[in-house]
């Protein structure tokens, strides 16, 4: 029925209120105009739902990024990052692969790294 398209064409969500939404999860709040700017036109190539899923996998991925090295929401939004392939996870930091190289070419281990490896 016409009317019931019309009901849920109301009851949904604004851009604007998905781009609210997109942008408070968002880990660097800079340059809000462009950055609503381009959620627009993301939102004409991929769903509300696909923008936030990416999100979230890009925050889990920067997490422990230096600030600097996030990138701004526009440029995210505008290189379509969003499709971004999930980085390949490596249980081992690059700290402990430095200690762990340390201890393999010196002998030498810290108690306070933990654990002496075998």
Known sequence: MRTDAVFSALDAPSIDQEF???YKRYPK???RGAAIKAYRAARK??????L???LQAYTAET???DRRYIAQPAT???QERWLDEAPKVDPIS???HARRRCFETRGIWLDQWGKRPT
């Open 20 to 22: 609210e939404a997109w």
């Open 29 to 31: 709040k800079v340059a």
């Open 45 to 50: 190539k991929a769903s509300a739902a696909d």
């Open 52 to 54: 936030l899923t990416g």
């Open 63 to 65: 997490a422990s990024f």
């Open 76 to 78: 995210w939004l505008n």
């Open 94 to 96: 690059d700290r402990d």
